[in-house]
């Protein structure tokens, strides 16, 4: 069969990004019988799955992402005859004349709480649409079990409609011990001999929670003589500096902004922090907590949605509202050897749940099967 695949999401900054590029290259990987149809909105990435010989590459060039999605898309399905389209993010094209699958990333806009991170104009759009791509999808794929109970609940949605398929880090995210190595990333990006890392990006430091992280750091540091420096990874993340108002002295002097930092060299950096810190405030599958834990790094994080969904047992959970919880967990964990180590352990067993093999191969179980039941209706209606 032809499975079509929407990639304008592959040059995303973030998890979305990291997971369209993942899920492609381990449907291709995995699977040489059916023909794959990749769908570029950026020449650019013309060739980048070339080298296997189910694939074809079109490239469809529109910037508007709902003309790309909604017109574009199923022009190029029926020109193709393609069986199912797989959009790696959440929207389908109501018009292709196939089977659509699509990925849920989190359930945000439907819960009050949460809403406050979304334009207002975002959530009542996704509000209004998304039961529209239900409609049209024949299955979506959650990749959080919480996420697929808050849609099935908010939209009154049939049992089987949604599927939780977990994923996983990239296959490079295992813990470093190669001396060298870690001296080599340590000295590209400038890093400290003791660190605490997070990660965030522009545009969503208030969902990263990058304000209490500062004031927890804050706190933390007059407590101790000698405190650990803060790393903030994270393209133009500098720009925070100013922006937060961190002062030149005292704990601001000990914020260190290395910029963006490479996914090859990412295995490295978490294997060098003492402690990986993300309370962020909405997550559904928080692709760094994967990494970390395959890194064997002790982490801190919520005890909110998918971040405790996915750390299990393996993490420090605080209260993201709570600078003064974030300030405890962070002293607790650097100064707590024993500790430390209980959080790695746990963590690297616990990665070992999430696996790209595993979630390409459910995957394509269903993006096989929504089109056997299709099959099967239309030999017996014939």
């Known amino acids: 069969m032809k499975i079509g695949i929407m990639l304008r999401s592959l040059d995303e900054k973030g998890g979305i990004g990291v997971y369209t590029q993942n899920i492609t290259k381990e449907l291709l990987e995995l ?10 909105q950026n020449t650019d990435n013309l060739g980048r799955f070339g080298r296997f010989g189910n694939v074809t ?41 196939c089977k659509a699958v699509m990925v ?90 003791r660190f605490i890392l997070t990660l965030t990006k522009r545009g969503g430091d208030t969902r990263k929670n990058l304000g209490q992280i500062f004031r927890a750091y804050a706190r933390y540091h007059d407590r ?42 990412l295995p490295s950096v978490y294997s060098l922090a003492e402690l990986y810190l993300y309370p962020s405030n909405l997550e559904a599958f928080p692709v760094p907590i994967t990494e970390a834990m395959a890194c064997g790094v002790p982490i801190v994080t919520s005890n909110v949605n998918g971040l405790k969904e996915v750390a299990g047992e393996s993490a420090l959970f605080i209260d993201p509202t709570s600078d003064e919880q974030i300030a405890d967990a962070i002293e607790r964990v650097v100064t707590d050897e024993n500790l ?11 990665s070992k749940d999430f696996s790209w093999d595993k979630c390409a191969r459910e995957t394509l179980d269903a993006l096989e099967g929504v089109v056997k039941v ?9």
């Open 374 to 382: 299709a099959n099967v209706a239309s030999n017996r209606n014939g």
């Open 340 to 350: 430390r180590q209980r959080l790695s352990a746990q963590g690297l067993n616990r």
């Open 31 to 40: 699977d040489r019988n059916n023909q794959y149809i990749l769908y570029y």
């Open 224 to 265: 101790v003589e000698v405190s650990y420096n803060l790393v903030v990874g994270g393209k133009d993340c500098h720009l925070f500096r100013e922006e937060y108002s961190l002062p030149a002295e005292g704990y601001g002097a000990d914020v260190l902004f290395p910029g963006w930092i490479d996914q090859q060299d």
């Open 104 to 193: 849920l990333h989190g359930a945000g806009w439907f819960l009050p709480e949460m809403t406050q991170f979304f334009h207002p104009l975002d959530v009542r759009y996704i509000r209004m649409v998304m039961p529209l791509y239900f409609r049209k999808c024949a299955v979506a794929l959650s990749v959080s079990q919480l996420g697929a109970e808050i849609f099935t609940r908010e939209l009154n949605l049939p049992p089987g409609k949604i599927r939780t398929v977990y994923f996983a880090p990239a296959r490079q995210f295992k813990r470093v011990t190669d001396a060298g190595k870690l001296r080599e990333v340590k000295d590209r990006y400038n890093l400290p001999d």
């Open 57 to 97: 590459e079109r490239v469809i060039k529109t910037k508007n992402k709902a003309l790309w999605d909604q017109l574009r898309i199923p022009l190029a399905c029926w020109q193709d005859k393609v069986d199912v389209i797989f959009h790696p993010k959440f929207t389908v094209p109501l018009l292709a004349p």
